[in-house]
């Protein structure tokens, strides 16, 4: 049976987890080496659809600085973040920029955008 290691990153202790599918009961999991519920509920997210909250800067002009900090609005789905990489890589935006404002609106279909993590000009 394949068992793939992980790490929980939900709080400071770290645990290393080993997971792997239940061959008598499809869709679940078996989950060692974490100590609480928390990290179980992470290993299920992980192992079924892993997901990173991108950062990233993009190319910004009339500004004091010429990249701006951004951020996903949600977290993307693992496979995706190179391609995203991609998208956001090829925008240039105009300054000023206030925090929060969507840079890039519902990336490649996602429902997700590309926000501002600071205030630009
Ligand atoms: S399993 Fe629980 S105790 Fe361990 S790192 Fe995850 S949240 Fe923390």
Same mark, same amino acid.
């Given at each position: 049976?394949?068992?793939?290691?992980?790490?929980? &990153?939900?709080?400071?202790?770290?645990?290393?987890?080993?997971?792997?599918?239940? +061959? *008598?009961? !499809?869709?679940?999991?078996?989950?060692?080496?974490?100590?609480?519920?928390?990290?179980? *509920?992470?290993?299920?997210? $992980?192992?079924?659809?892993?997901?990173?909250?991108?950062?990233?800067?993009?190319? &910004?002009?009339? =500004?004091?600085? !010429?990249?701006?900090?951004?951020?996903?609005?949600?977290?993307? !789905?693992?496979?995706?973040?190179?391609?995203?990489? $991609? +998208?956001?890589?090829?925008? +240039?935006? +105009?300054?000023?920029? /206030?925090?929060?404002?969507? &840079? &890039? /609106?519902?990336?490649? *279909?996602? *429902?997700?955008?590309?926000?501002? =993590?600071?205030?630009?000009?």
């Amino acid at each position: 049976m394949e068992e793939k290691e992980m790490i929980c &990153i939900l709080c400071p202790l770290g645990c290393k987890m080993q997971v792997s599918k239940k +061959e *008598d009961q !499809p869709g679940e999991l078996k989950v060692r080496g974490i100590q609480c519920k928390k990290g179980k *509920d992470y290993a299920y997210e $992980e192992f079924h659809n892993p997901t990173r909250t991108l950062t990233s800067t993009v190319a &910004i002009r009339n =500004t004091p600085l !010429p990249r701006l900090p951004v951020k996903t609005s949600k977290p993307l !789905p693992k496979e995706l973040v190179y391609k995203a990489m $991609e +998208e956001i890589n090829k925008v +240039e935006i +105009e300054g000023p920029v /206030k925090m929060g404002a969507v &840079i &890039i /609106k519902n990336l490649m *279909d996602t *429902d997700i955008d590309i926000v501002a =993590t600071r205030s630009l000009g």
